[in-house]
């Protein structure tokens, strides 16, 4: 028999335990990448399962503006996250409270800044929705009492610097976070024209001085309750000697821009991945901020 007819099986044989083994390998390597894109949508696939979990509870009962906001909330997820199945959900308040809680302790505890801001984010947003439903006149979720306690009585630990990051532009110096100016600033701004309008409530003012007592009032708390956080994390900024002031007509405008203007500012730090992972407590008040200043807007 010709030699090379007599080789053709072993050949053959070679070839298909090569492939055997290629694909063994891009099967397990396969397998390790799913198993570490599951690990890595860990936070993000809980996130899912607890949102999802209250837009069913949301859909039950007709409350619109929740399960829009639950369901934006959702489409920030990874697609692979959002993959999931629940069927054992609370009534609605019930799951409220249960899905917030939740994604505040991810907030608080997942050390990805993308993960932080989704959960913070959208806690802002699904209470904001509940309280437009007449779900809870709370302005925050009970799971966040703990959080506002130890901001409110905030005194300086071991910070130091934390809030920021090392800017290698500046020889390794640390920079703060370009979104803690503005989010002070937001603060100084409305406080400022809220206290001018309502001293000239009788130079033609009148008509907002209501809106501007509001505010000022609110302001002045916001101001004094993020001055300890700031300056422990070496990041406090003072106010400006004056802010830019609208005339009679405008100044309702003025003031419901400079409201949502601190809004976003507060989101803004919500989702700034700039700023550690560490630092909690400056998240803890930015949501706090965001808050209270979504429910100015109302």
């Not at 532009?169 to 937001?186: D, M, W, Y």
Request: proline letters at 4%; hydrophobic letters at 45%.
């Amino acid at each position: 028999m010709n030699r090379s007819v007599r080789q053709a099986p072993v050949l053959v044989a070679a070839l298909l335990a090569g492939m055997l083994v290629v694909l063994l390998v891009v099967g397990w390597f396969s397998q390790r990448q799913a198993e570490q894109i599951r690990a890595d949508l860990s936070d993000q696939s809980t996130m899912a399962a607890q949102l999802t979990a209250l837009q069913q509870a949301a859909d039950e009962s007709g409350q619109d503006a929740l399960s829009q906001a639950t369901q934006a909330a959702l489409e920030s997820l990874a697609p692979a996250a959002q993959d999931v199945t629940v069927t054992d959900y609370e009534p609605v308040e019930q799951q409220l409270q249960s899905t917030v809680s939740a994604l505040l302790e991810i907030g608080f505890t997942t050390q990805d800044a993308g993960d932080r801001a989704r959960a913070l984010t959208a806690v802002v947003d699904v209470w904001g929705a509940a309280q437009q439903d007449k779900l809870t006149e709370q302005t925050y979720p009970e799971a966040l009492s703990d959080e506002l306690e130890q901001v409110t009585s905030y005194s300086c630990g071991d910070e130091q610097l934390t809030a920021g990051v090392t800017d290698s532009s500046t020889g390794g110096q640390v920079a703060q976070p370009a979104s803690l100016l503005p989010l002070q600033e937001s603060i100084y701004q409305l406080n400022y024209v809220s206290e001018v309008y309502l001293a000239r409530a009788e130079q033609g003012y009148a008509p907002v001085a209501e809106q501007a007592n509001q505010l000022a009032t609110a302001t002045d708390h916001m101001g004094q309750l993020a001055a300890p956080v700031l300056t422990c994390y070496g990041a406090f900024e003072a106010p400006a000697a004056s802010y830019p002031l609208a005339e009679a007509a405008d100044a309702p405008q003025q003031l419901t821009d400079f409201t949502a203007a601190l809004e976003k500012n507060a989101r803004a730090t919500l989702a700034d991945q700039t700023l550690v992972t560490s630092a909690d407590d400056i998240e803890a008040l930015a949501l706090i901020l965001a808050l209270d200043a979504q429910q100015l807007a109302h």
